[in-house]
C-alpha cells in the first residue's frame, strides 16, 4: 500500500458550545512527523477551511443567535446562507477522506468529536485504514472503525517510524 495522502482528522469544537475551539497544536505535529517519516507524503488537513468559517464574525454571531434563541424545530434548509456555506464546506471536507490512503484520527482524552466520529465513518466506508490516537479504546465507534488505536502522539510517532522501516509502509 502507498502512503501519499493521509487525511488528519481531529477535534476542532469538541463538546464546546458556540464557535470556541480545542487545541489544534496536533495539527503541526502529526504532519511534521508524516514528513519525517514518509517524506513527500501529503497530509490533507480538513480544519483550516472550517476553522476559517468559524471565525468569521458574522457566522460567529449566527451561531450565538442559534444557541440563545433555538427553535423548538429547526429546519435546516432554512438555515442562512453563511451557515448553509459552513454545513457544504463540512461536508466537502468530510468526503476528502476517501481520497487519501490513510486516516490518522486524533482524539485527546475523553472529549468527543462528531465531526472527527464522522470522518473516520467516511474513512471506513471508504476502506481507508484508520489510525486513531487515544485513550478511548472503550468507546464503541472508535473501536469499531479503527484500524488501529495507539495511546498518545509518543506512540504514533514510533508506529510512523516502524511503518517507515518496512517496504511499502502501511500494511493493508
Known amino acids: 500500500m502507498r502512503l501519499d495522502r493521509i487525511f488528519i482528522a481531529g477535534t476542532i469544537q469538541g463538546s464546546n ?3 470556541d475551539i480545542e487545541d489544534q497544536s496536533y495539527r503541526i505535529a502529526i504532519p511534521a512527523m508524516v514528513a519525517r517519516f514518509f517524506p513527500g507524503a ?13 471565525a ?18 429547526l429546519e435546516t434548509a432554512s438555515l442562512p446562507a453563511q451557515l448553509t ?24 482524552g475523553h472529549t468527543p468529536s462528531m465531526g472527527t466520529a464522522m470522518e473516520m465513518y467516511a474513512a ?16 464503541l465507534a472508535v473501536v469499531s472503525v479503527s484500524t ?19 517496504k511499502g509502509g502501511i500494511p493493508a
Not at 501529503?42 to 468559517?53: G, H, L, M
Open 17 to 19: 458550545r458556540g464557535t
Open 42 to 54: 501529503e497530509c490533507f488537513d480538513p480544519s483550516a477551511d472550517v476553522a476559517d468559517k468559524l
Open 56 to 73: 468569521d464574525p458574522t457566522v460567529a454571531a449566527l451561531v450565538r443567535s442559534l444557541l440563545s434563541d433555538t427553535p423548538p424545530t
Open 85 to 108: 456555506e459552513l454545513r457544504t464546506i463540512f461536508h466537502d471536507m468530510t468526503r476528502e477522506v476517501a481520497k487519501c490512503d490513510l486516516c490518522i484520527a486524533y482524539l485527546p
Open 124 to 139: 471506513y466506508l471508504s476502506d481507508v485504514p484508520i489510525v486513531t490516537v487515544t485513550d478511548m479504546v472503550a468507546n
Open 148 to 166: 488501529w488505536i495507539l495511546r498518545d502522539l509518543e506512540v504514533l510517532e514510533e508506529w510512523l517510524a516502524q511503518r517507515s522501516s518496512s
